[in-house]
């Protein structure tokens, strides 16, 4: 009861403040991560942290959550990655019972896809603040239900884009180049993935006992254990994932439409070719793909799967290229003696300093600001990744209304938006 109540002194301490922090200056932690963290030290000051889903990405996203709250309760399926278990009330296998508990103010989300959407939104719904993994969906009807849910609880969803805060900035630096008229009017952009896996047909095994696997499949199909369906092979499957195309593209095409400016209005036509898989129990989702789309700005984005990630912009003026390892082209060079404006880049980072995609939804649960990656424009971005896919799948050119978020003239289409839950894990909204 004690802790319910400290809980409590918390909440209200956030929601009176709320008003107040947004009109301060630039909080201290966004100017170094251990001015945050040592501003926070005190147990009773930091948000109370449950962590679903602890698989190496996750435990890296748990790590991370831990510089600026207290991690009070873990949650896996397979309880390999658990570890210890000192008590039940702090490391559980259903995600379920972890929400249960009124004293955790945050959770972390890094579970495989298909799960990412149904726990987002129950957690919301029981009052929590969320930091998910991309790619936040498995399907585009999921991103229009977890963007009314955000509505609906005024809850904070940060989405795991980090390359919108990390990386020495150069992404945020890429965006305000073109936004500031670097390369002139903006004509093409090159999201490359790299390469997806191909393989299969895979054996069926018996499943190990310290996993539940009915658990882990959750809205797909019941089918045998399979252990390249599982943990980190899961993205190279339909019934999960989204293959490359989401994952990495869930980078990449977020900072390729915050350049691109996507307008809230309008038709995209996307057309492709992929290798679509056919082989039993074996991975299902393209490995190499071409996919080019129309934007209603008239910019193309091209999606491929090039050898080198990155992106690529092309303007009337030059062009350059940004990745993880460094921003290169003459518009780049030429930032030596003509750099960008300080407001640049304050004005795309919504005033606030870069530098720590956690410590940035941290300071927007206190502030109950929109975070950098919010549900609203990685819904937009990944739907079109959604769109490349069934553009693949059909084999056949598909135009996306961006007001009505409906595909023009073709049903089937339209019907693959959603899919089928099993019974017992659908998505209640």
């Not at 991560?33 to 000051?45: L, R, S």
């Not at 390369?183 to 499943?207: D, E, H, M, N, Y």
Request: proline share 4%.
């Amino acid at each position: 009861m004690l802790v319910a109540a400290e809980n409590q002194t918390r909440r209200r301490f956030l929601s009176h403040t709320s008003g107040l922090t947004a009109g301060l200056a630039t909080p201290c932690f966004f100017t170094g991560e251990q001015a945050y963290c040592d501003e926070t030290k005190a147990k009773n000051d930091r948000p109370l942290v449950g962590a679903i889903g602890l698989g190496g990405r996750g435990r890296s996203i748990a790590g991370n959550a831990s510089k600026f709250g207290e991690i009070a309760a873990r949650c896996d399926v397979d309880k390999n990655h658990l570890g210890d278990q000192p008590n039940g009330k702090t490391h559980f296998t259903d995600y379920r019972k972890l929400l249960e508990r009124n004293d955790i103010d945050v959770v972390t989300i890094a579970t495989p896809d298909h799960w990412h959407t149904k726990i987002a939104i129950e957690a919301m719904q029981a009052g929590k603040d969320v930091y998910c993994e991309k790619p936040l969906t498995l399907t585009i009807d999921e991103g229009k239900l977890i963007c009314k849910v955000v509505k609906q609880t005024g809850r904070v969803l940060q989405v795991g884009t980090q390359q919108r805060s990390e990386f020495g900035g150069r992404f945020l630096q890429a965006v305000a180049m073109v936004r500031d008229g670097r390369i002139g009017k903006l004509k093409r952009v090159i999201a490359s993935t790299g390469g997806g896996q191909s393989g299969g047909p895979f054996s069926t095994s018996a499943t190990p006992a310290t996993l539940d696997w009915n658990m882990w499949l959750g809205q797909a199909p019941l089918v045998p254990y399979t252990a390249e369906r599982c943990h980190v092979n899961f993205r190279w499957w339909r019934e999960y994932a989204g293959g490359q195309m989401t994952d990495w593209g869930a980078h990449h095409v977020d900072i390729a439409l915050w350049a691109i400016d996507l307008p809230q209005k309008g038709l995209v036509t996307l057309e492709g070719k992929g290798d679509i898989p056919t082989i039993a129990n074996g991975y299902n989702m393209p490995a190499q793909f071409d996919v080019l789309c129309k934007m209603p700005n008239g910019v193309e984005l091209q999606l491929v799967t090039g050898q080198r990630q990155g992106i690529m912009l092309e303007g009337a003026k030059g062009r350059f290229f940004v990745n993880r390892g460094g921003i290169f082209g003459k518009p780049v060079d030429q930032l030596k003696d003509d750099p960008l404006p300080e407001r640049a880049i304050s004005e795309l980072y919504r005033g606030k300093r870069p530098g720590n995609h956690m410590g940035n939804f941290f300071e927007c649960v206190k502030s109950r600001d929109l975070p950098i990656s919010d549900a609203f424009s990685h819904h937009r971005a990944v739907s079109i990744l959604h769109l490349a896919n069934l553009c693949l799948q059909l084999g056949r050119k598909l135009t996306w209304d961006l007001a009505t978020e409906q595909i023009v003239g073709d049903d089937v289409a339209n019907a693959m938006q959603s899919r089928e839950q099993r019974k017992g894990f659908e998505i209640l909204v």
